[in-house]
Nanobody, 118 residues
Framework: VQLQACGGGLVQAGGSLRLSCAGS????????MGWFRQAPGKEREFVAR????????FYADSVKGRFTISRDNAKNTVYLQMNSLKPEDTAVYYC????????????WGQGTQVTVSS
């Protein structure tokens, strides 16, 4: 599956952004989807995950209560709604697809930059 992420930008602290990740090439509902981020000089870290059926979501503690992951399988798209943004949320955000039954993210999008100013 090919993934295309978009929606990043520059926002002030306390603001909101919604990232989108569109999938193509395969049946989107065959994949659990995740968002990850990588800040300058840091390793990539997990942000959020949603199961193929949308019934299960999971968040990193650092974003719990502020970010919401969702998906629309009819539109082959996964979203990350980010509220109450903080400067430490600044990073390149990546979406990734985990095939059902496979415990690893096999496909990655190109990343979208999120910058939160203080």
């Amino acid at each position: 599956v090919q993934l295309q992420a978009c929606g990043g930008g520059l926002v002030q602290a306390g603001g909101s952004l919604r990232l989108s990740c569109a999938g193509s090439g395969q049946t989107f509902s065959n994949y659990n989807m995740g968002w990850f981020r990588q800040a300058p000089g840091k390793e990539r870290e997990f942000v959020a995950r949603i199961s193929w059926s949308t019934s299960n979501t999971f968040y990193a503690d650092s974003v719990k209560g502020r970010f919401t992951i969702s998906r629309d399988n009819a539109k082959n798209t996964v979203y990350l709604q980010m509220n109450s943004l903080k400067p430490e949320d600044t990073a390149v955000y990546y979406c990734a697809a985990e095939p059902r039954g496979v415990v690893r993210y096999a496909y990655w999008g190109q990343g979208t930059q999120v910058t939160v100013s203080s």
